[in-house]
């Protein structure tokens, strides 16, 4: 167990996102937080290990082929829950837990105090993992026994049906995700809610934005309840605006633990939440606290009944903090004119403008989750509420409507992240959406203003507003300045290439074959070679192969060759009789090594069919292709001449690139550079390898960092030798996306291209150009003959 005070939010590893960062403020800031341990990811993977669990999970996920078969995934992951909360939790661990809730009581001079249980995962928060509010908190616990029960149910919930299905999409494994369990005093709120640094409604960064409702926040977070919003300017610390709907229930503790819905009195449901002073001490809090972060801020806070107003969670802000930064122009302000001004379609109703953009479609008004597999791409989801559960469905709409919600509440976060227009709380702006539209009409939803208008409203949906309902598409407010070094996009699923199009991306840095595989063809390519369809694999790699090098023409779309392990291939249909078993498949036959085998020669080859036909066929000439895991300048040979016999032959319109990420292919450079046109470093293999640290492995997951001076230096001298023969280098791992400082050291090293994940993009696109001005700077000031290992001085 570790205490608040010990943990910093660099301890996610140890302890997730939720309860590293409630450490953080409690060690490094002066808001009052209320005091409480974590328990360990070590915790968690010593119980998956001791009662077996680990295995028994492991054998339920791999008949869970597809995740999108709703009933298929809440079968598996109720017997996984059901294992997890059944088994006897191990006699040293529960003595841990138990003897950490008695020490909580010493220190607080209470007998079984009550608490909040907060599950907290150790891939929460993260840039390329955010799996946030997937699993199940407990609020009002106390007593030994009940507190050591909910933390097993905390590690349980790591397999809701919700969190499974984000991380099965994700290509994330169960066995990177570890759970840790924050037991928190409990703070008895009778006012609760949620506060941004940022107005998540157009990115204004001067104010500070607070929801509150009556009783415990879940309301609030939930969407149940609308909340009361203020607005707060932060220079001059005053209210600017407040809109105060009706909150006619609250979620209320009950004195023998537990939690209860209850009416509020009329007068009061109707009445503001906070007064002036307490709106404003909470501004405070969250200029503080954005000021220490560095970054914008999405935090919780509740009211006790003594007036005392507590911080209870604090973590980065993933939206707007993704799309600006401080020195941009400011968001113009929303438009207020009267309706016909704009159109003149009928307008059937309004609501708060969650996520900005416009778009038009037919209405699909759905009451009850289990009906989610019901609705269509395209179509405008119209319910209640929404909930992790609807994620689903809500990746398919065109829009999103909800009765209730705040800014806050989970429609409003999951839309923005989604780039989804999105309009809440309609009935606290006089009717419920559920009541007024009606399944199969069409509407247009203006979430730039909040109004819904009745059938296709040309005049909103006119071409410089929205050329074709991209919520992707940059808005004309948004400048990215053109840059030296070229920042790409990593990609994987073909169906979302329309949509990221528009971002400011100069082409595709990292397609990923393995994800056709996975997601359309789901058969060993030998193994249909065998019975008869070679086609199939053919057919299906050039349809979505071509849909992102269509999508993103005419700029470049690099195409990374299939890089699965043994048992990744091994399970795709027929795969068992033609793959090993490899006790370090990450090691084995994989890239570059099954190729020219004899046993592999005809899959590969139908991967060359397919590039030809998207090339030829289908006249994409801006696809390239690239080499992953190239151990020996031999390999490269033998895959270049066995391309070149099939008909691809390098040339100045088709490039052969080489995955960077073992260190031969740095030592040997010029030796490689005779096939190929450039590289990509893949930094996480080129870690791994280089610091002989398996990056699969949580017993040292610690010492694996690309920031490493070593990693720095190869990089460095792979950049070197790839421009004296006229090479380009590129980096596709992760490190752009998590570390800046990490992007400045590329640039200055003279990188040519970065390629980052779609929600990365404009970020390190403004990144980039920031460093590339710092560095023009540093040369003139003479401090440019630094060396660019030390950028950071």
Same mark, same amino acid.
């Given at each position: 167990?570790?205490?608040?005070?010990?943990?910093?939010?660099?301890?996610?590893?140890?302890?997730?996102?939720?309860?590293?960062?409630?450490?953080?403020?409690?060690?490094? @800031?002066?808001?009052?937080?209320?005091?409480?341990?974590?328990?360990?990811?070590?915790?968690?993977?010593?119980?998956?290990?001791?009662?077996?669990?680990?295995?028994?999970?492991?054998?339920?996920?791999?008949?869970?082929?597809?995740?999108?078969?709703?009933?298929?995934?809440?079968?598996?992951?109720?017997?996984?829950?059901?294992?997890?909360?059944?088994?006897?939790?191990?006699?040293?661990?529960?003595?841990?837990?138990?003897?950490?809730?008695?020490?909580?009581?010493?220190?607080?001079?209470?007998?079984?105090?009550?608490?909040?249980?907060?599950?907290?995962?150790?891939?929460?928060?993260?840039?390329?993992?955010?799996?946030?509010?997937?699993?199940?908190?407990?609020?009002?616990?106390?007593?030994?026994?009940?507190?050591?029960?909910?933390?097993?149910?905390?590690?349980?919930?790591?397999? @809701?049906?919700?969190?499974?299905?984000?991380?099965?999409?994700?290509?994330?494994?169960?066995?990177?995700?570890?759970?840790?369990?924050?037991?928190?005093?409990?703070?008895?709120?009778?006012?609760?809610?949620?506060?941004?640094?940022?107005?998540?409604?157009?990115?204004?960064?001067?104010?500070?934005?607070?929801?509150?409702?009556?009783?415990?926040?879940?309301?609030?977070?939930?969407?149940?309840?609308?909340?009361?919003?203020?607005?707060?300017?932060?220079?001059?610390?005053?209210?600017?605006?407040?809109?105060?709907?009706?909150?006619?229930?609250?979620?209320?503790?009950?004195?023998?633990?537990?939690?209860?819905?209850?009416?509020?009195?009329?007068?009061?449901?109707?009445?503001?939440?906070?007064?002036?002073?307490?709106?404003?001490?909470?501004?405070?809090?969250?200029?503080?606290?954005?000021?220490?972060?560095?970054?914008?801020?999405?935090?919780?806070?509740?009211?006790?009944?003594?007036?005392?107003?507590?911080?209870?969670?604090?973590?980065?802000?993933?939206?707007?903090?993704?799309?600006?930064?401080?020195?941009?122009?400011?968001?113009?302000?929303?438009?207020?004119?009267?309706?016909?001004?704009?159109?003149?379609?009928?307008?059937?109703?309004?609501?708060?403008?969650?996520?900005?953009?416009?778009?038009?479609?037919?209405?699909?008004?759905?009451?009850?989750?289990?009906?989610?597999?019901?609705?269509?791409?395209?179509?405008?989801?119209?319910?209640?509420?929404?909930?992790?559960?609807?994620?689903?469905?809500?990746?398919?709409?065109?829009?999103?409507?909800?009765?209730?919600?705040?800014?806050?509440?989970?429609?409003?976060?999951?839309?923005?992240?989604?780039?989804?227009?999105?309009?809440?709380?309609?009935?606290?702006?006089?009717?419920?959406?559920?009541?007024?539209?009606?399944?199969?009409?069409?509407?247009?939803?203006?979430?730039?203003?909040?109004?819904?208008?009745?059938?296709?409203?040309?005049?909103?949906?006119?071409?410089?507003?929205?050329?074709?309902?991209?919520?992707?598409?940059?808005?004309?407010?948004?400048?990215?300045?053109?840059?030296?070094?070229?920042?790409?996009?990593?990609?994987?699923?073909?169906?979302?290439?329309?949509?990221?199009?528009?971002?400011?991306?100069?082409?595709?840095?990292?397609?990923?074959?393995?994800?056709?595989?996975?997601?359309?063809?789901?058969?060993?390519?030998?193994?249909?070679?065998?019975?008869?369809?070679?086609?199939?694999?053919?057919?299906?790699?050039?349809?979505?192969?071509?849909?992102?090098?269509?999508?993103?023409?005419?700029?470049?779309?690099?195409?990374?060759?299939?890089?699965?392990?043994?048992?990744?291939?091994?399970?795709?249909?027929?795969?068992?009789?033609?793959?090993?078993?490899?006790?370090?498949?990450?090691?084995?036959?994989?890239?570059?090594?099954?190729?020219?085998?004899?046993?592999?020669?005809?899959?590969?080859?139908?991967?060359?069919?397919?590039?030809?036909?998207?090339?030829?066929?289908?006249?994409?000439?801006?696809?390239?292709?690239?080499?992953?895991?190239?151990?020996?300048?031999?390999?490269?040979?033998?895959?270049?001449?066995?391309?070149?016999?099939?008909?691809?032959?390098?040339?100045?319109?088709?490039?052969?690139?080489?995955?960077?990420?073992?260190?031969?292919?740095?030592?040997?450079?010029?030796?490689?550079?005779?096939?190929?046109?450039?590289?990509?470093?893949?930094?996480?293999?080129?870690?791994?390898?280089?610091?002989?640290?398996?990056?699969?492995?949580?017993?040292?997951?610690?010492?694996?960092?690309?920031?490493?001076?070593?990693?720095?230096?190869?990089?460095?001298?792979?950049?070197?030798?790839?421009?004296?023969?006229?090479?380009?280098?590129?980096?596709?791992?992760?490190?752009?996306?998590?570390?800046?400082?990490?992007?400045?050291?590329?640039?200055?090293?003279?990188?040519?291209?970065?390629?980052?994940?779609?929600?990365?993009?404009?970020?390190?696109?403004?990144?980039?150009?920031?460093?590339?001005?710092?560095?023009?700077?540093?040369?003139?000031?003479?401090?440019?003959?630094?060396?660019?290992?030390?950028?950071?001085?």
């Amino acid at each position: 167990m570790l205490w608040f005070n010990d943990l910093r939010r660099k301890d996610v590893n140890l302890v997730g996102g939720k309860s590293s960062s409630l450490g953080e403020l409690t060690s490094g @800031t002066n808001v009052p937080v209320p005091y409480g341990f974590a328990t360990t990811a070590a915790g968690y993977r010593h119980f998956m290990k001791e009662t077996g669990c680990n295995d028994k999970v492991n054998a339920l996920l791999k008949t869970l082929k597809d995740p999108e078969d709703s009933d298929k995934l809440h079968r598996v992951c109720s017997k996984i829950r059901k294992i997890m909360t059944s088994v006897k939790m191990p006699d040293d661990l529960a003595k841990s837990i138990g003897d950490a809730y008695d020490q909580l009581a010493k220190k607080m001079g209470q007998n079984e105090p009550f608490v909040a249980i907060r599950s907290s995962a150790t891939a929460e928060d993260l840039p390329n993992a955010s799996f946030a509010g997937e699993q199940d908190s407990y609020l009002n616990v106390h007593g030994r026994d009940n507190v050591i029960k909910k933390v097993q149910q905390c590690y349980a919930s790591l397999f @809701t049906d919700r969190a499974t299905y984000y991380r099965i999409k994700a290509k994330f494994p169960q066995e990177k995700v570890a759970l840790s369990a924050a037991v928190q005093m409990m703070v008895f709120s009778k006012v609760s809610g949620i506060m941004f640094s940022v107005n998540v409604a157009n990115g204004d960064d001067t104010k500070v934005m607070i929801e509150a409702v009556w009783g415990l926040g879940e309301y609030a977070v939930q969407g149940t309840v609308t909340p009361d919003d203020y607005i707060v300017d932060k220079k001059s610390m005053k209210i600017v605006d407040k809109t105060i709907p009706s909150k006619n229930i609250e979620l209320v503790r009950m004195p023998n633990g537990g939690v209860e819905q209850k009416n509020v009195p009329e007068k009061m449901a109707k009445s503001s939440v906070l007064n002036d002073k307490q709106i404003v001490e909470l501004a405070r809090y969250a200029e503080e606290i954005e000021k220490h972060y560095g970054c914008y801020m999405d935090m919780e806070w509740a009211l006790d009944p003594y007036d005392k107003l507590w911080l209870v969670q604090a973590r980065p802000e993933t939206v707007w903090s993704q799309r600006k930064k401080n020195g941009d122009k400011k968001p113009e302000e929303q438009e207020q004119g009267s309706d016909t001004k704009a159109t003149n379609n009928k307008v059937l109703l309004k609501g708060l403008p969650a996520s900005p953009g416009v778009a038009t479609g037919t209405v699909h008004v759905i009451d009850d989750p289990k009906d989610i597999s019901k609705f269509k791409k395209g179509e405008i989801l119209v319910t209640l509420m929404t909930s992790p559960d609807w994620v689903p469905a809500m990746q398919k709409a065109a829009a999103i409507v909800t009765n209730n919600g705040g800014m806050t509440c989970h429609a409003a976060i999951v839309s923005r992240e989604m780039q989804i227009p999105c309009l809440v709380g309609t009935s606290s702006r006089g009717n419920a959406a559920t009541k007024i539209l009606r399944t199969g009409q069409e509407v247009t939803i203006d979430a730039k203003n909040g109004i819904v208008y009745q059938g296709r409203a040309e005049n909103i949906l006119k071409p410089k507003e929205k050329a074709a309902n991209s919520a992707t598409a940059a808005p004309a407010a948004e400048y990215f300045p053109p840059t030296a070094t070229r920042v790409m996009m990593n990609l994987g699923d073909p169906d979302l290439a329309e949509k990221y199009a528009s971002l400011p991306a100069d082409g595709i840095g990292l397609m990923r074959e393995e994800f056709l595989w996975t997601t359309y063809i789901h058969k060993h390519p030998l193994y249909l070679i065998e019975t008869g369809h070679p086609e199939y694999v053919v057919n299906e790699l050039a349809n979505g192969i071509s849909k992102v090098a269509r999508a993103m023409a005419p700029r470049p779309v690099v195409l990374r060759f299939s890089d699965f392990k043994s048992s990744e291939y091994r399970n795709l249909k027929g795969g068992d009789k033609f793959e090993p078993h490899e006790s370090a498949d990450l090691l084995g036959w994989r890239g570059a090594s099954r190729y020219y085998d004899p046993k592999y020669l005809p899959a590969f080859k139908l991967e060359l069919q397919a590039v030809k036909k998207v090339r030829n066929e289908y006249g994409l000439k801006n696809l390239n292709v690239m080499i992953p895991f190239c151990r020996t300048v031999d390999e490269a040979r033998k895959v270049t001449d066995i391309m070149r016999e099939e008909g691809l032959v390098r040339s100045a319109d088709f490039k052969v690139y080489m995955m960077a990420e073992i260190p031969s292919n740095i030592i040997l450079a010029d030796q490689f550079d005779q096939f190929i046109d450039g590289y990509s470093i893949g930094s996480n293999d080129l870690t791994m390898l280089i610091l002989g640290c398996d990056r699969n492995n949580d017993v040292v997951a610690h010492l694996f960092d690309e920031r490493n001076l070593a990693v720095k230096r190869v990089i460095r001298h792979l950049i070197k030798v790839a421009h004296n023969d006229g090479k380009t280098v590129s980096i596709c791992g992760q490190a752009p996306s998590e570390y800046p400082e990490f992007t400045e050291f590329l640039v200055r090293s003279g990188i040519d291209y970065v390629s980052v994940n779609p929600d990365m993009v404009k970020q390190t696109k403004l990144n980039v150009a920031h460093f590339e001005q710092r560095i023009m700077l540093d040369k003139a000031t003479g401090l440019g003959k630094r060396d660019p290992e030390n950028y950071n001085w």
